[in-house]
Protein backbone atom coordinates (compact mmCIF):
# COMPACT_ATOMS: atom_id res chain seq x y z
CA UNK A 1 0.00 0.00 0.00
CA UNK A 2 1.64 3.13 -1.17
CA UNK A 3 -0.97 5.67 1.43
CA UNK A 4 -3.54 5.10 -1.40
CA UNK A 5 -6.99 3.74 -0.14
CA UNK A 6 -7.09 1.26 -3.08
CA UNK A 7 -5.93 1.55 -6.70
CA UNK A 8 -9.26 3.26 -8.04
CA UNK A 9 -9.70 5.71 -4.55
CA UNK A 10 -8.56 8.95 -5.11
CA UNK A 11 -8.46 9.19 -1.39
CA UNK A 12 -4.84 10.03 0.33
CA UNK A 13 -3.98 8.59 4.06
CA UNK A 14 -2.49 11.79 6.13
CA UNK A 15 -1.53 12.39 9.59
CA UNK A 16 -1.38 15.29 11.68
CA UNK A 17 0.92 15.21 14.85
CA UNK A 18 -0.26 18.56 16.98
CA UNK A 19 2.17 18.63 19.81
CA UNK A 20 0.49 20.84 22.58
CA UNK A 21 1.49 21.85 26.18
CA UNK A 22 -0.45 18.91 27.36
CA UNK A 23 -0.67 16.09 24.52
CA UNK A 24 1.10 14.75 21.48
CA UNK A 25 -2.09 13.69 19.47
CA UNK A 26 -2.34 12.04 16.51
CA UNK A 27 -5.05 12.00 13.77
CA UNK A 28 -4.81 9.79 10.80
CA UNK A 29 -7.22 10.17 8.44
CA UNK A 30 -8.58 9.33 4.59
CA UNK A 31 -8.99 12.43 2.72
CA UNK A 32 -9.42 13.59 -0.67
CA UNK A 33 -10.48 17.18 -1.99
CA UNK A 34 -13.97 18.01 -1.49
CA UNK A 35 -14.51 15.71 0.83
CA UNK A 36 -14.44 15.81 4.86
CA UNK A 37 -11.33 13.61 6.19
CA UNK A 38 -12.22 10.43 7.37
CA UNK A 39 -11.22 9.35 10.62
CA UNK A 40 -8.46 6.33 10.52
CA UNK A 41 -7.06 6.25 14.27
CA UNK A 42 -6.23 8.67 17.09
CA UNK A 43 -3.26 8.25 19.48
CA UNK A 44 -3.04 10.89 22.39
CA UNK A 45 0.42 10.87 24.66
CA UNK A 46 0.77 13.02 27.65
CA UNK A 47 3.60 15.18 27.51
CA UNK A 48 2.60 17.20 30.58
CA UNK A 49 5.10 20.21 29.02
CA UNK A 50 3.29 22.91 31.03
CA UNK A 51 4.38 21.60 34.29
CA UNK A 52 8.00 21.98 33.47
CA UNK A 53 8.13 25.30 31.71
CA UNK A 54 11.03 26.67 34.08
CA UNK A 55 11.22 29.83 35.47
CA UNK A 56 13.62 30.79 32.65
CA UNK A 57 11.09 29.67 30.24
CA UNK A 58 13.05 26.60 29.34
CA UNK A 59 11.05 23.06 29.35
CA UNK A 60 12.88 20.79 32.05
CA UNK A 61 14.48 17.77 30.94
CA UNK A 62 11.71 15.62 32.11
CA UNK A 63 9.43 17.41 29.61
CA UNK A 64 11.75 16.87 26.79
CA UNK A 65 12.20 13.31 27.27
CA UNK A 66 8.61 12.76 27.62
CA UNK A 67 8.19 14.75 24.22
CA UNK A 68 9.92 12.59 22.28
CA UNK A 69 8.82 9.74 23.55
CA UNK A 70 5.50 10.81 22.67
CA UNK A 71 6.71 11.66 19.35
CA UNK A 72 8.34 8.59 18.30
CA UNK A 73 5.22 6.42 19.22
CA UNK A 74 3.29 8.82 17.11
CA UNK A 75 5.72 8.67 14.08
CA UNK A 76 5.75 4.46 15.16
CA UNK A 77 1.97 4.58 14.80
CA UNK A 78 1.17 6.68 11.37
CA UNK A 79 4.05 3.81 9.96
CA UNK A 80 1.66 1.04 10.89
CA UNK A 81 -1.60 2.61 9.73
CA UNK A 82 0.74 3.55 6.28
CA UNK A 83 0.30 7.24 6.14
CA UNK A 84 1.53 8.57 3.22
CA UNK A 85 2.11 11.94 5.02
CA UNK A 86 2.38 13.03 8.36
CA UNK A 87 2.26 17.20 9.44
CA UNK A 88 3.55 17.38 12.52
CA UNK A 89 3.69 20.99 14.51
CA UNK A 90 4.42 22.32 17.38
CA UNK A 91 2.28 24.97 19.40
CA UNK A 92 3.78 27.66 22.03
CA UNK A 93 4.72 25.11 24.94
CA UNK A 94 7.21 24.52 22.33
CA UNK A 95 7.54 27.39 19.72
CA UNK A 96 7.58 29.96 22.76
CA UNK A 97 10.01 28.28 24.74
CA UNK A 98 13.64 29.09 25.67
CA UNK A 99 15.59 25.63 24.69
CA UNK A 100 13.39 25.34 21.29
CA UNK A 101 16.66 24.37 19.56
CA UNK A 102 17.36 22.02 21.50
CA UNK A 103 14.21 20.56 21.80
CA UNK A 104 13.76 20.73 17.97
CA UNK A 105 17.12 18.51 17.59
CA UNK A 106 16.40 15.97 20.09
CA UNK A 107 13.44 15.40 17.92
CA UNK A 108 15.19 15.18 14.55
CA UNK A 109 17.89 12.86 15.97
CA UNK A 110 15.31 10.41 17.98
CA UNK A 111 12.43 10.66 15.92
CA UNK A 112 13.65 11.18 12.73
CA UNK A 113 11.16 14.48 12.06
CA UNK A 114 11.60 17.83 11.66
CA UNK A 115 8.43 20.02 13.71
CA UNK A 116 7.06 23.20 12.35
CA UNK A 117 4.93 25.72 13.66
CA UNK A 118 2.62 28.35 13.30
CA UNK A 119 2.59 31.75 14.63
CA UNK A 120 -0.28 32.67 17.01
CA UNK A 121 -2.02 34.53 14.09
CA UNK A 122 -1.65 31.20 11.62
CA UNK A 123 -3.39 29.23 14.52
CA UNK A 124 -5.93 31.16 14.41
CA UNK A 125 -6.84 31.51 10.81
CA UNK A 126 -6.56 28.05 10.06
CA UNK A 127 -8.84 27.06 13.05
CA UNK A 128 -10.93 29.99 11.42
CA UNK A 129 -10.94 27.96 8.21
CA UNK A 130 -12.00 24.67 9.34
CA UNK A 131 -14.88 26.18 11.96
CA UNK A 132 -15.95 27.88 8.70
CA UNK A 133 -15.77 25.12 6.32
CA UNK A 134 -18.36 23.28 9.52
CA UNK A 135 -20.59 25.77 9.40
CA UNK A 136 -20.68 26.96 6.02
CA UNK A 137 -21.29 30.32 4.02
CA UNK A 138 -24.51 30.99 5.74
CA UNK A 139 -23.07 31.35 9.12
CA UNK A 140 -20.64 34.51 7.96
CA UNK A 141 -19.40 36.95 9.12
CA UNK A 142 -18.11 34.68 11.65
CA UNK A 143 -16.07 35.08 14.97
CA UNK A 144 -14.04 32.33 16.60
CA UNK A 145 -12.78 32.07 19.79
CA UNK A 146 -9.92 29.57 20.95
CA UNK A 147 -8.32 29.28 24.40
CA UNK A 148 -5.11 27.30 24.08
CA UNK A 149 -2.44 26.29 26.50
CA UNK A 150 -0.22 29.55 25.98
CA UNK A 151 -2.80 32.05 23.79
CA UNK A 152 -5.80 33.15 23.09
CA UNK A 153 -6.85 33.70 19.62
CA UNK A 154 -9.76 35.74 18.45
CA UNK A 155 -10.71 35.77 14.62
CA UNK A 156 -13.38 37.02 12.62
CA UNK A 157 -14.69 37.48 8.92
CA UNK A 158 -17.03 36.76 6.22
CA UNK A 159 -14.79 34.48 3.77
CA UNK A 160 -12.34 31.35 3.90
CA UNK A 161 -9.92 33.58 4.87
CA UNK A 162 -10.65 35.94 7.83
CA UNK A 163 -10.30 39.44 7.76
CA UNK A 164 -9.08 39.78 11.34
CA UNK A 165 -6.34 37.30 13.41
CA UNK A 166 -5.53 38.36 16.67
CA UNK A 167 -3.03 36.05 19.03
CA UNK A 168 -2.81 37.39 22.67
CA UNK A 169 -1.19 35.97 25.60
CA UNK A 170 -3.93 34.97 27.75
CA UNK A 171 -3.11 30.94 27.80
CA UNK A 172 -4.72 29.00 30.51
CA UNK A 173 -1.45 27.43 31.21
CA UNK A 174 0.88 30.63 30.72
CA UNK A 175 -2.07 32.52 33.07
CA UNK A 176 -2.11 29.61 35.77
CA UNK A 177 1.27 30.27 36.49
CA UNK A 178 1.55 33.80 36.41
CA UNK A 179 -1.80 34.39 38.22
CA UNK A 180 -3.36 31.33 40.10
CA UNK A 181 -0.72 29.68 41.86
CA UNK A 182 -2.70 28.14 44.69
CA UNK A 183 -5.55 25.70 44.72
CA UNK A 184 -7.89 26.36 45.45
CA UNK A 185 -7.81 30.34 44.83
CA UNK A 186 -8.84 33.29 46.45
CA UNK A 187 -11.54 35.67 45.12
CA UNK A 188 -8.71 38.31 45.06
CA UNK A 189 -6.40 36.03 42.77
CA UNK A 190 -9.24 35.75 40.20
CA UNK A 191 -10.16 39.04 40.46
CA UNK A 192 -6.68 40.21 39.63
CA UNK A 193 -6.71 37.93 36.65
CA UNK A 194 -9.85 39.01 35.49
CA UNK A 195 -8.04 42.39 35.40
CA UNK A 196 -5.21 41.48 34.08
CA UNK A 197 -7.43 39.78 30.94
CA UNK A 198 -9.09 42.71 30.62
CA UNK A 199 -6.65 44.98 29.98
CA UNK A 200 -5.09 42.79 27.66
CA UNK A 201 -8.33 42.38 26.01
CA UNK A 202 -8.86 46.23 25.22
CA UNK A 203 -7.11 47.09 21.89
CA UNK A 204 -8.34 43.56 20.68
CA UNK A 205 -11.91 44.48 21.57
CA UNK A 206 -11.57 47.64 19.91
CA UNK A 207 -10.29 46.07 16.92
CA UNK A 208 -13.05 43.66 16.47
CA UNK A 209 -15.16 46.23 16.92
CA UNK A 210 -14.66 47.68 13.42
CA UNK A 211 -15.53 44.06 11.66
CA UNK A 212 -19.35 44.47 12.93
CA UNK A 213 -21.05 41.98 14.61
CA UNK A 214 -20.89 38.10 13.93
CA UNK A 215 -23.30 36.36 12.33
CA UNK A 216 -22.29 33.80 14.90
CA UNK A 217 -19.93 33.30 17.18
CA UNK A 218 -18.04 29.52 18.01
CA UNK A 219 -15.47 28.60 20.06
CA UNK A 220 -13.26 25.57 19.27
CA UNK A 221 -10.29 24.58 22.10
CA UNK A 222 -10.00 22.57 24.51
CA UNK A 223 -11.01 24.87 27.17
CA UNK A 224 -14.49 25.60 25.88
CA UNK A 225 -15.45 22.03 25.23
CA UNK A 226 -14.58 21.27 29.02
CA UNK A 227 -16.25 24.08 30.37
CA UNK A 228 -19.27 23.26 28.36
CA UNK A 229 -19.55 19.33 28.75
CA UNK A 230 -20.26 20.07 32.81
CA UNK A 231 -21.61 24.66 32.47
CA UNK A 232 -23.50 24.33 29.12
CA UNK A 233 -25.91 22.21 27.34
CA UNK A 234 -26.53 20.31 24.04
CA UNK A 235 -28.67 21.90 21.23
CA UNK A 236 -30.66 19.42 19.14
CA UNK A 237 -31.67 22.11 16.82
CA UNK A 238 -27.64 22.42 15.85
CA UNK A 239 -26.01 20.44 13.65
CA UNK A 240 -24.38 17.14 15.43
CA UNK A 241 -26.06 18.16 18.27
CA UNK A 242 -23.13 20.91 19.38
CA UNK A 243 -22.76 21.83 22.75
CA UNK A 244 -23.39 25.91 23.27
CA UNK A 245 -21.85 27.94 26.06
CA UNK A 246 -23.36 31.00 27.65
CA UNK A 247 -21.43 33.51 29.85
CA UNK A 248 -24.22 33.79 33.27
CA UNK A 249 -23.17 29.82 32.94
CA UNK A 250 -19.32 30.38 32.77
CA UNK A 251 -19.48 33.41 35.08
CA UNK A 252 -21.66 30.83 37.92
CA UNK A 253 -19.30 28.18 37.49
CA UNK A 254 -15.90 30.33 38.38
CA UNK A 255 -16.32 30.73 41.98
CA UNK A 256 -17.20 27.04 42.13
CA UNK A 257 -13.68 26.24 40.24
CA UNK A 258 -11.97 28.53 42.30
CA UNK A 259 -13.01 27.05 45.25
CA UNK A 260 -11.77 23.34 43.76
CA UNK A 261 -8.51 21.86 44.23
CA UNK A 262 -7.30 20.21 40.63
CA UNK A 263 -8.21 17.06 41.81
CA UNK A 264 -11.82 17.69 42.66
CA UNK A 265 -11.94 19.59 39.49
CA UNK A 266 -10.80 16.44 37.74
CA UNK A 267 -14.22 14.59 38.75
CA UNK A 268 -16.15 16.91 36.92
CA UNK A 269 -18.17 15.53 33.60
CA UNK A 270 -15.31 15.81 31.01
CA UNK A 271 -12.69 17.26 32.26
CA UNK A 272 -8.99 15.38 32.07
CA UNK A 273 -7.06 15.57 35.06
CA UNK A 274 -4.19 17.26 32.65
CA UNK A 275 -6.48 20.40 32.23
CA UNK A 276 -7.66 20.31 36.00
CA UNK A 277 -5.25 22.68 37.05
CA UNK A 278 -5.80 25.49 34.45
CA UNK A 279 -9.69 24.80 33.94
CA UNK A 280 -10.40 28.19 36.49
CA UNK A 281 -7.65 30.19 34.26
CA UNK A 282 -9.50 29.03 31.07
CA UNK A 283 -12.97 29.74 32.71
CA UNK A 284 -11.99 33.81 33.57
CA UNK A 285 -10.73 34.19 29.97
CA UNK A 286 -13.41 33.11 28.76
CA UNK A 287 -16.34 34.55 30.77
CA UNK A 288 -14.44 38.27 30.58
CA UNK A 289 -13.85 37.60 26.63
CA UNK A 290 -17.23 37.11 26.21
CA UNK A 291 -18.06 39.80 28.47
CA UNK A 292 -16.09 42.53 26.53
CA UNK A 293 -16.99 41.41 23.16
CA UNK A 294 -20.56 41.65 24.40
CA UNK A 295 -21.14 37.69 23.79
CA UNK A 296 -24.08 35.79 25.12
CA UNK A 297 -23.79 32.60 23.57
CA UNK A 298 -20.48 30.16 21.86
CA UNK A 299 -21.32 27.16 19.96
CA UNK A 300 -18.49 24.79 20.29
CA UNK A 301 -17.26 23.87 17.10
CA UNK A 302 -16.13 19.84 16.33
CA UNK A 303 -13.82 21.07 14.09
CA UNK A 304 -10.36 23.15 15.50
CA UNK A 305 -6.66 23.54 14.23
CA UNK A 306 -5.61 19.94 13.30
CA UNK A 307 -9.50 19.70 10.91
CA UNK A 308 -8.36 23.04 9.51
CA UNK A 309 -4.84 22.15 8.64
CA UNK A 310 -5.72 18.84 6.96
CA UNK A 311 -8.04 20.58 5.21
CA UNK A 312 -6.05 23.58 3.67
CA UNK A 313 -3.66 20.69 2.66
CA UNK A 314 -6.05 19.18 0.50
CA UNK A 315 -7.41 23.31 -0.79
CA UNK A 316 -4.79 25.36 0.11
CA UNK A 317 -5.56 29.02 0.48
CA UNK A 318 -3.59 31.90 -1.20
CA UNK A 319 -1.91 32.47 2.28
CA UNK A 320 -0.20 29.53 2.58
CA UNK A 321 1.01 28.00 6.28
CA UNK A 322 4.74 27.70 7.01
CA UNK A 323 4.39 24.10 8.37
CA UNK A 324 6.81 20.81 6.79
CA UNK A 325 5.20 17.65 5.59
CA UNK A 326 7.12 14.46 6.24
CA UNK A 327 6.37 11.68 3.55
CA UNK A 328 6.79 8.59 5.56
CA UNK A 329 5.69 5.99 3.25
CA UNK A 330 8.47 7.18 0.70
CA UNK A 331 10.85 6.66 3.45
CA UNK A 332 13.50 4.22 2.63
CA UNK A 333 14.26 1.08 5.02
CA UNK A 334 17.74 1.98 5.51
CA UNK A 335 16.13 5.37 7.47
CA UNK A 336 14.25 3.32 9.71
CA UNK A 337 16.85 1.23 10.41
CA UNK A 338 19.36 3.97 11.77
CA UNK A 339 16.25 5.64 13.60
CA UNK A 340 15.77 1.95 15.57
CA UNK A 341 19.48 1.88 15.96
CA UNK A 342 19.34 5.22 17.75
CA UNK A 343 16.47 4.74 20.02
CA UNK A 344 18.11 1.54 21.32
CA UNK A 345 21.13 3.07 22.17
CA UNK A 346 19.48 5.66 23.47
CA UNK A 347 21.21 6.62 27.25
CA UNK A 348 18.76 5.61 30.17
Known amino acids: MNGRVSGS ?3 VRLAVLDIGSNSANLRVVDAYPGSPPLPVYRLKTPTRLAEEIRADGAVGVAGVKRLVAAVCSAVDA ?13 TSAVRDAANRDQILTALRSEAGVDIGFLSGEEEGRITYFAAHRWYGWSAAPLLVLDIGGGSMEIVQGRDED ?15 RSHLRDHPAEPRQVKRLRGHVREVLTPAVQRVGLEGRPGKVVATSKTFKHLAR ?25 PRLAAMNPAERAELPGVPRARARQLLAGAVVA ?18 LREGILLRRL ?11 VRLIESSSATVSRLDDRRQNRPG
Not at 78 to 90: G, H, Q, S, T
Not at 230 to 254: C, H, M, N, Y
Request: charged content about 25%; some cysteine; overall charge neutral.
Open 230 to 254: FAGETDPTLRAGSRVLTRGQVRKWI
Open 315 to 325: APLPSPDTLRQ
Open 9 to 11: DPR
Open 162 to 176: PALALSLPLGAGRLT
Open 78 to 90: ARRYEVAELIPFA
Open 287 to 304: ETAMSELDVDRVEVCPWA
